[in-house]
Every structure is written in C-alpha cells, then in structure tokens.
T-cell receptor, first 114, second 114 residues
Framework: DTAVSQTPKYLVTQMGNDKSIKCEQN?????MYWYKQDSKKFLKIMFS???????INETVPNRFSPKSPDKAHLNLHINSLELGDSAVYFC?????????????FGPGTRLTVT | AQTVTQSQPEMSVQEAETVTLSCTYD???????LFWYKQPPSRQMILVIR??????QNATENRFSVNFQKAAKSFSLKISDSQLGDTAMYFC???????????FGKGITLSVRP
C-alpha cells in the first residue's frame, strides 16, 4: 500500500563509510526526487530524475551519487560520509515534470554520522 | 532563482480557533505554482493545498484556505477550526520552470493547544 518507500528509515554510521539509501514508488510516476532536510528543518532539493534521466543536480558534493535503475526506483549512494551529512533524506515522486504536479514524499531516512 | 520566506518561526493557537501562517516569495517567472506542505511529528510530508499563479480565486480545501496576493507576492495559509491534529511544521513552497524545482521556505511550527 505504501506509495513511496525508503530503506532504511534510520541509518547510523561512522565518518568515512559509504552508505546507500533506497527509494521505491509504486504510483507509476515518471519523476523522482531526493531532498535533504537539515537539523534546522530546512528542506532543499538535491536531485531529480525523469524517466531515468537526470534533470536537476543541485550544488551537491560529488560524494553523493544518485542512480535510477528504472522509473520506480531512485537510490542515493554517499561516499566518504562526513559529520555534515547528518540529516533526514526524503525521496519524492510526481506523475511527471510540471508546475502543478504534487510531489508525494517518502517517510524519510534519518542519517546520523558519528 | 526563486526564494520563499517564512518569517514566523512558530505560532500557537487554541483548538477550534483560526490561525493564519504567512509566506512571501520572489520569482521572475510568470507562471508558477505555490504549495503548502504539512510535516507532523511523524516526519511525513503531506500536501495541504496548492495555488496556480494565474488563478485569481483563492484555493480552498475544507478547513484550509489561502490568501494569494500576487502583486505583493504573498501566499498565506488560513486554518479554520483548528484541531489538535493540525500540530505540525508547515512549509510554503514555490514550483517554477519545466524542471519542477520545488523551493521551500524555512517552515513554521504550529502548536494547537487543547
């Protein structure tokens, strides 16, 4: 029943490690996104994909690499984790690109880097 | 580039009363959409209401309505008959351009008192 799911929901890891967060949507949407919500709750787009094609790539360290194996999945891999990467990462999807499109968010993954 | 400003960090309202959350934005685009999203303690992001810039009529969804002042670039959210379940962070957001880039404000924490 879950529309947009993320795994894991919580991730605790040490500095320097590499980790991945997975996202899946069962809504049949074409467009998927990654957002980062920092400790002050500020939400900022990182990446978006449309039909597996990278559309938005904000100013994000190249340690972050998104991968979309198909339209229903968008994963986020993070290399050499740093303390400042601690945040909640949200995956979202929308039916297609477009101004009016509602974005459906996943439950978020709280990443804590120690 | 667009910016979204929510200057009130938090507000409190008595149950059953009405509260208005403020938001201003700035964009050079002629067509855009504005959104209010709700983030309760569960962390899930939920769309509350949306408004197309070309529509003069203010959007309404049950107890939620907006006051859209295009010239002033203001987009406030009015919650009528506040309920305890309305306690959450509320984010104002602006979507412009073909890439569906959603820009969020910093959010406001709303507490509904019993």
């Amino acid at each position: 029943d879950t529309a947009v799911s993320q795994t894991p929901k919580y991730l605790v890891t040490q500095m320097g490690n590499d980790k991945s967060i997975k996202c899946e949507q069962n809504l049949g949407h074409d467009t998927m996104y990654w957002y980062k919500q920092d400790s002050k709750k500020f939400l900022k787009i990182m990446f978006s994909y449309n039909n597996k094609e990278l559309i938005i790539n904000e100013t994000v360290p190249n340690r972050f690499s998104p991968k979309s194996p198909d339209k229903a999945h968008l994963n986020l891999h993070i290399n050499s984790l740093e303390l400042g990467d601690s945040a909640v990462y949200f995956c979202a999807s929308s039916q297609a690109l477009g101004l009016a499109r509602e974005q459906y968010f996943g439950p978020g993954t709280r990443l804590t880097v120690t | 580039a667009q910016t979204v400003t929510q200057s009130q960090p938090e507000m409190s309202v008595q149950e059953a009363e009405t509260v208005t959350l403020s938001c201003t934005y700035d964009t050079s685009e002629n067509n855009y959409y504005l959104f209010w999203y709700k983030q309760p303690p569960s962390r899930q992001m939920i769309l509350v209401i949306r408004q197309e810039a070309y529509k003069q009529q203010n959007a309404t969804e049950n107890r939620f309505s907006v006051n859209f002042q295009k010239a002033a670039k203001s987009f406030s959210l009015k919650i009528s008959d506040s309920q305890l379940g309305d306690t959450a962070m509320y984010f104002c957001a602006c979507n412009t351009g073909a890439n569906s880039k959603l820009t969020f404000g910093k959010g406001i924490t709303l507490s509904v008192r019993p």
